[in-house]
């Protein structure tokens, strides 16, 4: 089962440039210490080797139970700058991630195939190069974990490409927003798709030829169930292809009443509920205020038609958030703007496949900056954690990841933890090991030497780390 999300202009490194000493930011971390009885994290491994930004955190749980992360990394600037991918992996049963190793350029997904195995996609920019319309040409192209790879297109591309696969399934789905020119002259941004079927990739196809779409998102189950949604000109729609099915027609979710930014998510449960989530960020007009709410359609097994769609929060939501199964339905995690300022919120559909989801529940209080949630879930205790970064003085707007757990049955999250330390941390990312009951773990870039305007370009150190739950 994958989750998949998309955005309207996604960054590919973390930018985190500036840089004060860390012993400021340790004084300013007392504030935020937990609260006693908070289960402990374990001590932090650098996963990756320095380099000057990192990001974003691209993680996966691979059929076998092994953990696998990747990410961009960027050395340098200007005409000095270089650049690359990199992945690490944690083998079922151990408890710490192995060496570094080298993934392919331009990296913007990877997910879970087969049984123990990883598929990438990698969208390589080809400067100098461009098509009829003048858009850049991209060279698409996907690896496994194997080593293999193979170019699907070399498209003129824009946005973040998306990859849909599952754990077990040995079916991939790829698409694209592709900048096209009719025989007019008008330019179209259409959607375009090709698939892996039977251990064969076949040819380009497309789902939305019309008009100028802006934002995608896929997601597919391990029985083939698919699903692809785009925003259009306004409109938020989206098809669906059932196993041993043909695509079904497109289905419109909702519409945008004025100038608007989407950010958007999609999931197909196991037993082929299909899930979207949506940010919309209505612009401010000269007479009317701006919002960004969230919201969610079903369609719901046996079903032909989305359910109408739901609003979750109708204002305040933050700019990225994620969405995650959980037995009977689903889970979000975003940061929500409450009157006291920001605070980290977890919606959830009830058990039993219900398409409304139940009024939100906050894992902290608000504190300022608070910002990228993430969540997990705990088969064996029926649990939900939630992580996201608390922004501390001295840290150019970075800080420390903290997080909470809900407890199965629960209304309320218990004690805020330290997942990692205030170490100028900048994303985090939650992952549930198999097996490891109690024991989520935290992905997160960070600086642990500190930041500060003073320090040379040359001497920044930004690395991966990671800790594990200790209950």
Same mark, same amino acid.
């Given at each position: 089962?994958?989750?998949?999300?998309?955005?309207?202009?996604?960054?590919?490194?973390?930018?985190?440039?500036?840089?004060?000493?860390?012993?400021?930011?340790?004084?300013?971390?007392?504030?935020?210490?937990?609260?006693?009885?908070?289960?402990?994290?374990?001590?932090?491994?650098?996963?990756?080797?320095?380099?000057?930004?990192?990001?974003?955190?691209?993680?996966?749980?691979?059929?076998?139970?092994?953990?696998?992360?990747?990410?961009?990394?960027?050395?340098?600037?200007?005409?000095?700058?270089?650049?690359?991918?990199?992945?690490?992996?944690?083998?079922?049963?151990?408890?710490?991630?192995?060496?570094?190793?080298?993934?392919?350029?331009?990296?913007?997904?990877?997910?879970?195939?087969?049984?123990?195995?990883?598929?990438?996609?990698?969208?390589?920019?080809?400067?100098?190069?461009?098509?009829?319309?003048?858009?850049?040409?991209?060279?698409?192209?996907?690896?496994?974990?194997?080593?293999?790879?193979?170019?699907?297109?070399?498209?003129?591309?824009?946005?973040?490409?998306?990859?849909?696969?599952?754990?077990?399934?040995?079916?991939?789905?790829?698409?694209?927003?592709?900048?096209?020119?009719?025989?007019?002259?008008?330019?179209?941004?259409?959607?375009?798709?090709?698939?892996?079927?039977?251990?064969?990739?076949?040819?380009?196809?497309?789902?939305?030829?019309?008009?100028?779409?802006?934002?995608?998102?896929?997601?597919?189950?391990?029985?083939?169930?698919?699903?692809?949604?785009?925003?259009?000109?306004?409109?938020?729609?989206?098809?669906?292809?059932?196993?041993?099915?043909?695509?079904?027609?497109?289905?419109?979710?909702?519409?945008?009443?004025?100038?608007?930014?989407?950010?958007?998510?999609?999931?197909?449960?196991?037993?082929?509920?299909?899930?979207?989530?949506?940010?919309?960020?209505?612009?401010?007009?000269?007479?009317?205020?701006?919002?960004?709410?969230?919201?969610?359609?079903?369609?719901?097994?046996?079903?032909?038609?989305?359910?109408?769609?739901?609003?979750?929060?109708?204002?305040?939501?933050?700019?990225?958030?994620?969405?995650?199964?959980?037995?009977?339905?689903?889970?979000?995690?975003?940061?929500?703007?409450?009157?006291? #300022?920001?605070?980290? %919120? +977890?919606?959830? &559909?009830? !058990?039993? *496949?219900?398409?409304? =989801?139940? @009024?939100?529940?906050? /894992?902290?209080?608000?504190?300022?900056?608070?910002?990228?949630?993430?969540?997990?879930?705990?088969?064996?205790?029926?649990?939900?954690?939630?992580?996201?970064?608390?922004?501390?003085?001295?840290?150019? #707007?970075?800080?420390? %990841? +903290?997080?909470? &757990?809900? !407890?199965? *049955?629960?209304?309320? =999250?218990? @004690?805020?933890?330290? /997942?990692?330390?205030?170490?100028?941390?900048?994303?985090?990312?939650?992952?549930?090991?198999?097996?490891?009951?109690?024991?989520?773990?935290?992905?997160?870039?960070?600086?642990?030497?500190?930041?500060?305007?003073?320090?040379?370009?040359?001497?920044?150190?930004?690395?991966?780390?990671?800790?594990?739950?200790? @209950?």
């Amino acid at each position: 089962m994958l989750i998949a999300t998309s955005g309207p202009s996604p960054a590919f490194l973390v930018d985190m440039r500036r840089l004060l000493p860390l012993a400021a930011a340790l004084v300013a971390a007392a504030a935020f210490a937990p609260t006693a009885g908070a289960a402990t994290w374990s001590a932090p491994q650098t996963v990756s080797a320095p380099h000057t930004f990192a990001g974003p955190l691209l993680p996966t749980t691979t059929g076998a139970g092994a953990l696998v992360a990747a990410w961009e990394w960027q050395d340098n600037v200007g005409n000095d700058a270089r650049g690359g991918a990199a992945t690490a992996t944690r083998p079922a049963g151990a408890t710490a991630f192995g060496r570094e190793s080298t993934a392919l350029d331009g990296l913007a997904d990877l997910e879970p195939y087969a049984s123990g195995q990883t598929l990438g996609l990698a969208a390589q920019g080809l400067p100098g190069r461009s098509g009829a319309t003048g858009a850049i040409l991209y060279r698409l192209k996907v690896v496994f974990s194997s080593g293999s790879t193979r170019t699907l297109a070399t498209v003129p591309l824009i946005g973040r490409p998306q990859l849909a696969t599952a754990a077990r399934s040995t079916t991939a789905l790829v698409t694209w927003i592709e900048v096209t020119k009719t025989s007019s002259g008008a330019i179209r941004r259409i959607v375009r798709a090709v698939d892996r079927r039977n251990g064969r990739w076949g040819s380009p196809y497309t789902l939305s030829g019309q008009g100028r779409a802006d934002t995608i998102t896929a997601a597919a189950d391990a029985r083939g169930d698919q699903v692809v949604a785009f925003v259009r000109q306004g409109e938020l729609l989206a098809r669906v292809r059932r196993a041993g099915h043909s695509w079904g027609s497109i289905q419109r979710l909702t519409t945008a009443t004025g100038p608007t930014q989407w950010q958007l998510a999609s999931g197909v449960s196991e037993v082929g509920q299909v899930r979207v989530v949506w940010r919309r960020h209505q612009l401010r007009q000269s007479a009317k205020p701006g919002r960004t709410a969230l919201e969610s359609a079903a369609l719901l097994v046996g079903r032909s038609r989305f359910t109408t769609a739901q609003t979750l929060t109708p204002d305040g939501v933050s700019a990225s958030f994620r969405l995650i199964p959980i037995p009977g339905g689903w889970a979000v995690a975003t940061v929500e703007t409450t009157t006291g #300022g920001p605070r980290p %919120a +977890l919606h959830r &559909t009830p !058990p039993g *496949g219900g398409s409304q =989801f139940r @009024p939100v529940i906050y /894992a902290a209080p608000a504190r300022g900056g608070i910002r990228g949630a993430d969540l997990s879930f705990d088969a064996g205790l029926g649990a939900i954690t939630v992580a996201w970064i608390q922004p501390l003085p001295g840290q150019d #707007g970075d800080g420390q %990841a +903290l997080a909470a &757990t809900l !407890p199965a *049955g629960s209304t309320a =999250f218990g @004690p805020i933890e330290e /997942a990692s330390p205030p170490e100028a941390a900048h994303e985090v990312r939650l992952l549930q090991p198999p097996g490891a009951v109690g024991r989520p773990l935290a992905l997160w870039t960070a600086r642990p030497e500190g930041t500060g305007p003073s320090i040379p370009i040359a001497q920044i150190r930004t690395v991966v780390r990671s800790a594990e739950r200790r @209950p």
